[in-house]
């Protein structure tokens, strides 16, 4: 078992949908949890990080953890054609963990 | 965040030729950098940590002989991929540490192709 599975996709939505996108780990000591957003042959961005369980928003952006459940999603409202990117859940204990990343597309 | 820059962003080499790839940290100092690989459709994985005035420290499975870091300056880094091979192709990413946080800035990346 992988320490962080993530749905490889690709999702494809509509502009101006809501976006959930999620991870689950399995390693418990995990303190940290971040979103990126790679963009097709670019470095990741870093879009949210947080390492308390609950909510954090930041504009669009709103990140989720849940420790109980070892899960963490990320959702974007009203997106946009230039949110299509893929992201990435990671997680951080010595070092970062990665999921493998979900493909987004979001049509006009 | 960090600005951290790569250079080259894209390199070309035949087979036993040795490549290096540059990391800075344009916008403050940073004691460790990291290097990572991504292949396609694949996700990043952590090959080591660079750390200013001593040794970097490898991932399991990662030839240290192979692959060359340097951490000359508390703003560069420097990844040396020595006598490639085609299988070393692949997206070479470095970051830089968050003051005072948990997070990693990333570079734009390097992708190397070995014919």
């Known amino acids: 078992q992988k320490e962080v599975e993530q749905d490889p996709g690709p999702l494809s939505v509509p502009e101006g949908a809501i976006v959930s996108l999620n991870c689950t780990y399995s390693n418990s000591a995990f303190q940290y949890f971040m979103w990126y957003r790679q963009y097709s042959r670019k470095g990741p961005e870093l879009l949210m990080y947080?390492?308390?369980?609950g909510n954090k928003e930041d504009g669009r952006f709103t990140a989720q953890v849940d420790k109980s459940s070892k899960y963490i999603s990320l959702f974007i409202r009203d997106s946009q054609p230039s949110d299509s990117a893929t992201y990435l859940c990671?997680?951080?204990?010595?070092?970062?963990?990665f999921g493998t990343g979900t493909r987004l597309q979001v049509f006009p | 965040g960090a600005v951290v820059s790569q250079h080259p962003s894209r390199v070309i080499c035949k087979s036993g030729t040795s490549v290096k790839i540059e990391c800075r940290s344009l916008?403050?100092?940073?004691?460790?950098m990291f290097w990572y690989r991504q292949f396609p459709k694949q996700s990043l994985m952590l090959m080591a940590t660079?750390?200013?005035?001593?040794?970097?420290?490898?991932e399991q499975g990662v030839e240290k002989d192979k692959f060359l870091i340097n951490h000359a300056s508390l703003t560069l880094s420097t990844l040396t991929v020595t006598s490639a091979h085609p299988e070393d192709s692949s997206f070479y990413i470095c970051s830089v540490e968050g003051q005072g946080t948990e997070t990693q800035y990333f570079g734009p990346g390097t992708r190397l192709l070995v014919l």
């Open positions: 660079s750390n200013e005035g001593s040794k970097a420290t490898y």
């Open positions: 947080t390492y308390s369980s």
């Open positions: 990671a997680m951080m204990v010595d070092k970062l963990i």
């Open positions: 916008d403050f100092q940073a004691t460790t």
